[in-house]
């Protein structure tokens, strides 16, 4: 068990959790009960996601590449668990009263955006991971929506769910982020 609290020590999890504890909780006091708000929903996942990528990489990426541990499992789950951590914030302040989103789109959009950091730390290095879930969030507030299936992918964040361009979207940027950051690690 001791190996868990250094790992999530040196992952910075604790100032991960704190922050998106704190966009948790803001968005609970300030947001009233009131109709579905879809981009808010997409902002607080974004800054969720933001906060738990700081953790996509160690203080020293060369010791990670030499030390005799199997990183592939280790930084696969850490990813997973980063995406199930921001939506599920987001899914207790909306069981708290504030419905910001629905389900399908909390769970398909914190997929897709836990999906780009790790693809971020993997091209980027770990301190820019936050770049391409801001990046991606950026174009799809700012640039409007183009109709058809280029519209769909890229607007996944705001599309219905039941489109299957942006679901399959979000849980390729998924896969594709995952895979890529668990086999390579992120980039020095």
Do not use: K
Not at 46 to 69: F, H, K, P, Q, Y
Not at 106 to 119: C, K, Y
């Amino acid at each position: 068990m001791r190996w868990l609290t250094l790992y999530a020590r040196s992952r910075q999890v604790p100032a991960s959790a704190a922050a998106v504890a704190l966009v948790a909780l803001a968005v609970w006091a300030l947001h009233g009960s009131g109709p579905v708000d879809l981009m808010m929903a997409v902002l607080v996942l974004t800054a969720n996601v933001v906060a738990v990528s700081i953790g996509l990489g160690g203080r020293d990426v060369v010791l990670e590449r030499t030390a005799a541990i199997r990183w592939v499992l280790r930084r696969a789950a850490h990813t997973l668990l980063a995406g199930a951590f921001a939506g599920a914030a987001l899914l207790t302040v909306q069981a708290a009263g504030v419905q910001l989103a629905p389900t399908e789109v909390v769970v398909r959009d914190s997929a897709g955006l836990v999906g780009l950091a790790a693809l971020g730390a993997a091209l980027c290095g770990a301190q820019f991971a936050w770049t391409l879930p801001t990046g991606w969030l950026a174009f799809t507030l700012l640039v409007p929506v183009p109709p058809g299936i280029v519209g769909e992918v890229g607007g996944w964040m705001i599309i219905s769910p039941a489109t299957t361009a942006s679901t399959g979207t979000a849980w390729a940027l998924l896969a594709t982020g995952t895979v890529l950051y668990a086999t390579a690690g992120p980039r020095r």
